[in-house]
């Protein structure tokens, strides 16, 4: 089987944030107005072309195992540099197909692959566990924006 990805649109983090679609997938966002956030599935076109060996990783985060599985992480570097971001929506510009995004994890000129409303009935999860190592990460993406990530982060 092959697979193959059409990209949408880009990242723009110039100036602020946005999605940028390409104009035949602009009408793609009507009836997205309304919605606080979404769901941004990115590929990450800049990180170091794959290697098997890469499926350990030595320890990302200050208080991680020494090693980690590569999908025990965040990280863009993946077999498949397929990656999700959750964003605070703006604006939206239906006619453009320009999503205004209040902050992304994505660089700018990453291209998109899909765009999903943000739904807390299929996304939002009451009770999660985590490992004693980053059990004291925020419980929300609100809490997220004031935690010191800089202190958590080795690379």
Not at 12 to 41: D, M, R, W
Not at 112 to 134: G, N
Request: net charge neutral; with cysteine.
């Amino acid at each position: 089987m092959k697979i193959t990805m059409q990209e949408i649109g880009i990242i723009k983090a110039q100036k602020g944030f946005s999605v940028c679609l390409n104009p035949e997938y602009a009408g793609g966002i009507t009836g997205l107005k309304g919605f606080s956030h979404v769901v941004i599935l990115w590929y990450a076109d800049r990180a170091p072309a794959w290697k098997n060996e890469a499926l350990l990783i030595q320890k990302p985060y200050r208080l991680a195992p020494d090693q980690l599985g590569v999908f025990a992480t965040r990280s863009p570097y993946r077999p498949n540099g397929l990656c999700q971001s959750i964003a605070a929506v703006s604006s939206i510009d239906e006619k453009k197909g320009i999503i205004k995004l209040w902050w992304t994890d994505a660089e700018d000129g990453t291209p998109v692959l899909d765009i999903k409303p943000y739904l807390p009935c299929t996304e939002f999860v009451r009770k999660t566990a985590s490992p004693q190592w980053c059990a004291h990460w925020p419980q929300s993406y609100e809490e997220s924006g004031d935690f010191d990530w800089g202190s958590e982060f080795l690379f």
